[in-house]
C-alpha cells in the first residue's frame, strides 16, 4: 500500500476510542464460537485471556498505534495474532469487520446514551430544587422577547423540565434501535458455518437480532439519530445559555452566575463574563453541523457497507463530547445561580403584565373577549399616557371607558393578583405549579 494510501484511509487515530467495545464484541464471537464447537474450550480461554490482557495494555495507553494497521479492528486482532498464532487467526470466523464495526458502533452509542440520560436527569433534578429555592418568585414571562404574563419563577423551571424530559424520551427512543446486535452478519450475506446469532446477542445484553444481514452491513441509523437527539438536546441547552446570559446583565439582572463559571475580563475589572454559556450557545454549532455531516455522508449510499461509513465517527465522538461536556456545566450553573427577586420584583409593575388577567376578568362577567381586549387595551392607554399601573387609574379613568365598570375589577390587579387567578392544567396558577412540582418529585426521585 502506498503511504499516502495508508495515511489517507487509517482510522485508529479515532476509532481507538472503541476499544473496550471491540474487546467485548470480540470476546461474547469468541465465547459463541466454542458453544458452536468452531473454536475448542482451550482456544476461547487463552482468546479470553489474552484479550483482556489486550484491554489493560489499551487502558494504560500502552499499545503503540501503527497506521498500516489501519483501524482498532485490526489492531486487538494482529496483537492477538502475534500472541497466539493460529488460534488467534481463528477469531475472526464468520465475522467480517463491517458487522464487527456496527456491533462496536451500536455498544458506544449505547453507552453514551446512557450518560447523556444520566446527565439529563441531573439536569432536571436541579432545575426543580431551584423550584423550591425559588419558591414564590413572580418573573415576568415574555413572547416576542416583549413582556407578556406574571409567572412563577418555577413554572419557568419546569419549563426545562418538560423540554428535558422529551429529550429523554427521543433518546430512550433511540436507545431501542440502537440495540439490536449485528454481529454475525458478517461482510454482507451472513456465513456458511453454523454460528448462533441470538446467542452473541444475549452475552452483548442485546435487545434483539437484526434480521437482514445486507441491512445490517449499511445501517448508520442509529448514529444519525442518536446525533439527532443530542442536536435537539443541545439546541435547549442553547436556548436556556441564550435566555440567562441576558437574564445576568445589568440590564436584566434577574440572576447571578456563579463567579467559578464566569470569566473576568482582562482590561475592565468590573467584568463578570457569561463564557460558558456563550461557549455552551456557540458548541451547538458543532452539533447542528455534526448531524449535518452525517446525513450528507449517508446520502446516496448504495447497499452494503462502503468505506464512506468510516466518516461517521468524528462526527459521532464530537457530538456525545460536547454534549456532555455541556450538560457537565449547566447542572452547576443551575444549582448554584442565584436568582434576584428584589430586583424582578422592583419592576415587576412595569409592561402591563396584569393586562390579561383584567381581561379575563371582564370575560368573567360577560363580556366578549374581543369587546375585554378593546377596553383594557384602552385602560392602558390611559395608564400609559399618565405613567402609572393599571391599580393606579382611578374611578373616573375606568369609567371613561365603560360606565358598567368599577373599582371592584382592581382586585385582579397587580401582579400577585394575576399569578393567583391562573387556574387550567398547566397553567402557571400556585395550584397547578404545586401538582406539577409534586409530579416531577415523584417523577425524578430516585
Ligand atoms: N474502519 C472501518 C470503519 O470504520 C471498519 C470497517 C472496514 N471494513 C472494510 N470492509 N474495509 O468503517
Known amino acids: 500500500m502506498d503511504d499516502r494510501l495508508a495515511r489517507f ?20 464471537h469468541a465465547k459463541m464460537l466454542c458453544r458452536q464447537s468452531l473454536l475448542s474450550a482451550d482456544e476461547f480461554l487463552s482468546i479470553e485471556r489474552e484479550l483482556r490482557d489486550i484491554e489493560s495494555i489499551l487502558d494504560r495507553g500502552e499499545m503503540p ?9 485490526m489492531h486487538i486482532e494482529q496483537t492477538l495474532i502475534d500472541r497466539l498464532g493460529d488460534t488467534g487467526r481463528k477469531l475472526h470466523t464468520a465475522r467480517s469487520r463491517n458487522d464487527q464495526i456496527s456491533t462496536d458502533l451500536r455498544l458506544w452509542v449505547r453507552e453514551s446514551l446512557d450518560a447523556v440520560d444520566g446527565l439529563l436527569k441531573n439536569l ?9 429555592m425559588d419558591e414564590g418568585v413572580v418573573v415576568p414571562a415574555y413572547t416576542h422577547m416583549q413582556r407578556a404574563q406574571p409567572v412563577l419563577a418555577a413554572h419557568y423551571w ?8 422529551r429529550d429523554r424520551t427521543r433518546l430512550a427512543d433511540c436507545r431501542r434501535r440502537c440495540n439490536v446486535c449485528p454481529l454475525g452478519g458478517a461482510a454482507v450475506a451472513g456465513t456458511s458455518l453454523p454460528i448462533d446469532r441470538h446467542y452473541s446477542a444475549e452475552l452483548l445484553e442485546f435487545e434483539d437480532v437484526a434480521a437482514n444481514s445486507i441491512d445490517i452491513s449499511s445501517d448508520r441509523d442509529f448514529a444519525v439519530e442518536s ?26 439582572g434577574f440572576i447571578k452566575l456563579p463567579h467559578a463559571f464566569c470569566t473576568g475580563s482582562s482590561i475592565m475589572p468590573q467584568k463578570v463574563n457569561p463564557d460558558t454559556l456563550e461557549l455552551t450557545r456557540g458548541k451547538s454549532a458543532r452539533v447542528v453541523g455534526n448531524l449535518q455531516t452525517l446525513l450528507v455522508l449517508i446520502k446516496g449510499l448504495p447497499l452494503a457497507y462502503n468505506r464512506d461509513l468510516q466518516e461517521d465517527k468524528p462526527p459521532l465522538f464530537d457530538s456525545f463530547d460536547t454534549v456532555i461536556a455541556c450538560l457537565e456545566l449547566a447542572i452547576p450553573i443551575v444549582e448554584q445561580s442565584e436568582l434576584q427577586p428584589q430586583i424582578i420584583s422592583a419592576r415587576l409593575d412595569q409592561g402591563y403584565l396584569d393586562a390579561t388577567a383584567l381581561m379575563e376578568t371582564l370575560i368573567a362577567r360577560g363580556m366578549p373577549q374581543r369587546t375585554a381586549h378593546h377596553k383594557v387595551g384602552a385602560l392602558v392607554a390611559i395608564a400609559k399616557s399618565r405613567s402609572v399601573a393599571l391599580v393606579d387609574l382611578t374611578d ?26 391562573y387556574k387550567s392544567y398547566g ?20
Open 65 to 73: 498505534f501503527r497506521i498500516e494497521l489501519e483501524d482498532i479492528h
Open 9 to 28: 484511509s487509517e482510522s485508529i487515530s479515532f476509532d481507538h476510542r472503541l476499544y473496550k467495545q471491540d474487546i467485548r464484541g470480540s470476546i461474547a
Open 396 to 421: 373616573v379613568e375606568i369609567q371613561s371607558i365603560d360606565e358598567t365598570l368599577d373599582g371592584s375589577i382592581r382586585t385582579t390587579l397587580g401582579v400577585s393578583g394575576a399569578v393567583r387567578s
Open 124 to 132: 432536571q433534578r436541579a432545575f426543580l430544587k431551584r423550584c423550591t
Open 158 to 165: 419546569l419549563a426545562y423540565v418538560e423540554k428535558l424530559e
Open 227 to 252: 446525533v439527532f437527539v443530542l442536536t435537539m438536546i443541545s439546541q435547549h441547552l442553547s436556548g436556556w445559555a441564550e435566555e440567562w446570559i441576558l437574564w445576568s446583565t445589568t440590564e436584566f
Open 427 to 446: 397553567s402557571s396558577g400556585p395550584e397547578q405549579v404545586a401538582h406539577q412540582i409534586q409530579r416531577w418529585t415523584d417523577k425524578l426521585s430516585p
